[in-house]
């Protein structure tokens, strides 16, 4: 059975400065095409962009288990990065986020969101629709590393009920 006891000391914080060091290894180890750290740097520079942290203790220390990146125009938001390090999945970490980003968004009333996901990429595909997004395209060739296709997905916020945080363990 998979450990959601992690959950019970999860913060989703701002992402600062100080955090990209473990970012930047979560990237590299999630990606085929990682973001550089100029990148990370311009988004937190952004004031479009929204980046939050979930952070775990480990060892009695406080690290980056997952990341967010997301943008919200108007009242329309587009998720751009999201990745847990390998060592922490399948404990609810990024459902944890996104359903923090989903709460988010209705706060500062964004009534759609959208996301772009590899064709091949099922468990985030799974996630995402786990919480309510539908496929409405498809990007061809999207991907510049082997030209894979997107996915695009999208959810509207007003059809998104009471969402609370999973709190399993
Ligand atoms: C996709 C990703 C962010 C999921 O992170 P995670 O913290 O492990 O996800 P969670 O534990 O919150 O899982 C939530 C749901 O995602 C789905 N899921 C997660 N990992 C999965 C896997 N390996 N296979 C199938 N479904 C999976 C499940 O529906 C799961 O819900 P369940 O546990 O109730 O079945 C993570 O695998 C990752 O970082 N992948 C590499 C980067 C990436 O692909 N980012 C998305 C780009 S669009």
Not at 8 to 13: D, E, M
Not at 98 to 127: C, D, H, I, M, W
Request: aromatic share 12%.
């Amino acid at each position: 059975m998979t450990d959601t006891s992690i959950l019970k000391n999860l913060k989703i914080l701002p992402m600062t400065f100080d955090d990209l060091e473990d970012v930047l290894k979560i990237e590299k180890l999630s990606f085929p095409s990682p973001w550089p750290k100029s990148q990370f740097v311009r988004e937190i520079g952004n004031p479009f962009s929204n980046k939050f942290t979930a952070k775990i203790v480990q060892d009695g220390k406080e690290v980056v288990a997952a990341y967010i990146i997301f943008w919200v125009l108007a009242d329309e938001a587009h998720i751009l990065n999201i990745a847990t390090h390998p060592e922490f999945r399948w404990r609810g970490i990024a459902k944890n986020l996104l359903v923090f980003t989903l709460n988010y968004l209705g706060e500062v009333r964004a009534r759609e969101v959208f996301l772009e996901v590899r064709k091949s990429n099922t468990p985030a595909q799974r996630l995402y629709k786990d919480l309510g997004f539908k496929e409405i395209g498809v990007r061809k060739g999207y991907y510049g590393n082997n030209k894979e296709d997107a996915i695009v997905m999208a959810l509207t916020l007003a059809d998104v009920s009471l969402i609370d945080f999973e709190e399993e363990g």
